[in-house]
């Protein structure tokens, strides 16, 4: 069983920045992959970047050259740097992970809002 917590979450005007954190249990965290998405009003959830258990990168088209995900495994927790925020990255951030073996993200932790004003 994995639990995952975020932080960082909050008001920001747009141009701004934020960085988000995710702290994680267990002792085998450098063998999962980890991901953050996120979900806005009436929109589905989306993908918005994950990092492999061998460092490897993905970020959807959006925020690509904004943001930055990133790992520390001695401390069980992955980041997300967020600059030059848009209105259009209003949404609740999820951190999510899976094994590296595994194709489903199946640990979510509880979620922080980020919220970007014009």
């Known amino acids: 069983q994995v639990q995952l917590v975020e932080s960082g979450g909050g008001l920001v005007q747009a141009g701004g920045s934020l960085g988000l954190s995710c702290a994680a249990s267990?002792?085998?965290?450098?063998?999962?992959?980890m991901a953050w998405f996120r979900q806005a009003p009436g929109k589905e959830r989306e993908l918005v970047a994950a990092i492999s258990s061998i460092g490897s990168t993905y970020y959807a088209d959006s925020v690509k050259g904004r943001f930055t995900i990133s790992r520390d495994n001695a401390k069980n927790a992955v980041y997300l740097q967020m600059n030059s925020l848009k209105p259009e990255d209003t949404a609740v951030y999820y951190c999510?992970?899976?094994?590296?073996?595994?194709?489903?993200?199946?640990?979510w932790g509880q979620g922080t809002q980020v919220t970007v004003s014009s």
């Open positions: 267990g002792r085998t965290f450098s063998s999962y992959s």
């Open positions: 999510a992970a899976r094994r590296f073996d595994r194709t489903q993200y199946n640990y």
